[in-house]
Nanobody, 122 residues
Framework: QVQLVESGGGSVQAGGSLRLSCAAYGYLFGSYCMAWFRQAPGKEREGVATIDARGIRNYADSVKGRFTISQDNAKITLYLQMNGLKPEDTAMYYC????????????????WGQGTQVTVSP
């Protein structure tokens, strides 16, 4: 069993930065994927970034060059560094995890955090 707890959301002006954290309670071993998703009001949930056990990263086109996903060496905490924030980045951000090597957005991620709100003003 894995429990995920996000933190670090908040309100910033356009162009600002935030770093989200996701603490993983439980043990992620072997092959796994961790990801950040987001959902804005009235919109479908979308994938933002993924990282697998080998450290291979993938980003949505809308955040490439601005966001960076990373994980600490102990693989206990997942991060999302968000720079150059835009109003369209406003959403609830969720951390998710699943065992296996398929990190695609459409994958049925097994574990989810409660979400942390990010609001970017013009």
């Amino acid at each position: 069993q894995v429990q995920l707890v996000e933190s670090g959301g908040g309100s910033v002006q356009a162009g600002g930065s935030l770093r989200l954290s996701c603490a993983a309670y439980g043990y992620l071993f072997g092959s796994y994927c961790m990801a950040w998703f987001r959902q804005a009001p009235g919109k479908e949930r979308e994938g933002v970034a993924t990282i697998d056990a080998r450290g291979i990263r993938n980003y949505a086109d809308s955040v490439k060059g601005r966001f960076t996903i990373s994980q600490d060496n102990a693989k206990i905490t997942l991060y999302l560094q968000m720079n150059g924030l835009k109003p369209e980045d406003t959403a609830m951000y969720y951390c998710a995890a699943v065992f296996g090597s398929d990190c695609s957005w459409g994958r049925d991620y097994r574990y989810w955090g409660q979400g942390t709100q990010v609001t970017v003003s013009p």
